[in-house]
């Protein structure tokens, strides 16, 4: 089903679907879910984000599934140049962790900008509480 977002004249700002995402049977139906804004200029709804029935998300790119299983849990992509944000306070820190969240395992490393200082910190452990650390 689709919600489409659109003013009296019908012109189009966005939408909402959900979708088949593969070939539905009777003990099988994957879906996705598709966000979609139109862009100053242009009169059509362009997919922005999607959730596919794996539950890879795509920013900017629908097919997250298609890249690396390592690496396509959350895939953000464009045509030109592409960044991710991590917004801290100034006197505040921007974190990357990773870890499986098990235990005293709750992460393994993890990279730390602090923006009062405007240093980097990686901090990766091995083994059982041997850390080593690069101070960029």
Same mark, same amino acid.
């Given at each position: 089903g689709?919600i489409v977002?659109?003013?009296s004249a019908g012109?189009e700002?966005g939408?909402?679907?959900?979708v ?5 049977s ?8 598709v ?7 242009s009169?059509?709804p362009?997919e922005?984000?999607?959730?596919d029935?794996?539950g890879?998300?795509?920013i900017g790119e629908?097919s ?5 299983s ?8 464009s ?14 820190y ?10 005293s395992?709750? @992460?393994?490393?993890?990279?730390? @900008? ?12 091995? @083994?059982?509480f041997?850390e ?5």
């Amino acid at each position: 089903g689709n919600i489409v977002f659109s003013d009296s004249a019908g012109l189009e700002f966005g939408a909402i679907e959900f979708v088949a995402d593969g070939t539905p049977s009777g003990s099988s139906t994957p879906g996705r879910f598709v966000v979609k804004t139109t862009a100053s200029g242009s009169t059509t709804p362009t997919e922005r984000i999607r959730i596919d029935s794996s539950g890879n998300v795509g920013i900017g790119e629908s097919s997250p599934s298609s890249y690396d299983s390592g690496a396509r849990n959350l895939v953000v992509g464009s045509n030109t140049h592409t960044g991710i944000l991590i917004k801290a306070g100034t006197s505040s820190y921007s974190n990357l962790y990773f870890g499986d969240g098990t235990g005293s395992a709750s @992460y393994s490393g993890f990279l730390a @900008y602090n923006h009062n200082e405007n240093t980097l910190r990686m901090e990766i452990v091995f @083994y059982k509480f041997k850390e080593m650390q690069l101070i960029l």
